[in-house]
């Protein structure tokens, strides 16, 4: 089933902002409210709206569901390879090896940005994935 | 054998409970924890968030392996709705 033509033109105007959003909240984790799992969550309501105006097929050409479930294993792999870099450098397990910086800009907090980005990475395609996965096997929009 | 080791961690867990019942919890004075916290959070990890600053900070392996747990969801759901192929 297709959704009307505002909807359709409205989420096309509208995706790029919520991902923006969306990248906004996990880049600047450690500064303001916000963190990967929320900013995460909001990348993949941005695919999830996708989906649900233009139709499963459409979407799969832009976010294939092999590279999301791809993206998911990586950013979790990046998480547990980045802790074991902490005993690398001298530190403890998922310790902070690099250096603190000013606090309040963006360089500051040492591992918690590359953290936050794999979180973040890791969440929008697992929400995504769930809802694939929910379409494909078990009804149609 | 199994029997008299439950009850051991039983009574063991009875009295703990007993001894922390008197313990105020919203006592300014038991809560060094979160002071050290307040106070030092900012030059221990750098992060001006407090929150980030603990559950990327001090709790990182919560994250870690909150992380797991959404992964294993994931797993789960697919591999139940894929069915038999």
């Not at chain 1, 909240?25 to 995460?40: A, C, K, R």
């Not at chain 1, 695919?47 to 999301?68: D, N, V």
């Not at chain 2, 300014?28 to 106070?39: G, S």
Request: aromatic share 14%.
């Amino acid at each position: 089933m297709r959704s009307s033509k505002i909807i359709r033109t409205i989420v096309q105007k509208l995706f790029p902002f919520i991902m923006l959003f969306g990248f906004y909240l996990i880049s600047h984790g450690h500064l303001s409210p916000g963190g990967g799992f929320q900013g995460g969550v909001v990348l993949g309501t941005a695919i999830i709206l996708l989906a649900l105006s233009h139709g499963i097929e459409q979407t799969e050409k832009k976010f294939k569901s092999r590279w999301l479930n791809m993206l998911e294993k990586l950013g979790i792999l990046t998480l547990i390879f980045l802790g074991f870099l902490g005993i690398f450098f001298g530190w403890s397990f998922l310790g902070n090896f690099l250096p603190l910086g000013k606090p309040g800009e963006i360089a500051s907090g040492g591992l918690m940005l590359p953290f936050s980005i794999a979180i973040g990475i890791k969440v929008a395609a697992g929400v995504s994935a769930i809802f694939y996965a929910l379409i494909k096997y078990r009804g149609e929009i | 054998m199994k029997k008299t080791f439950f009850i051991i961690i039983m009574l063991a867990m009875a009295i703990l409970f007993i001894l922390s019942v008197d313990i105020e919890y919203g006592n300014p004075k038991n809560l060094d924890v979160a002071n050290y916290y307040i106070e030092q959070g900012l030059y221990d990890t750098g992060a001006i968030n407090l929150v980030a600053s603990i559950y990327l900070g001090y709790r990182a392996y919560d994250t870690l392996i909150e992380t797991i747990v959404l992964f294993v969801s994931v797993v789960g759901v697919v591999f139940c709705l894929r069915g038999k192929k």
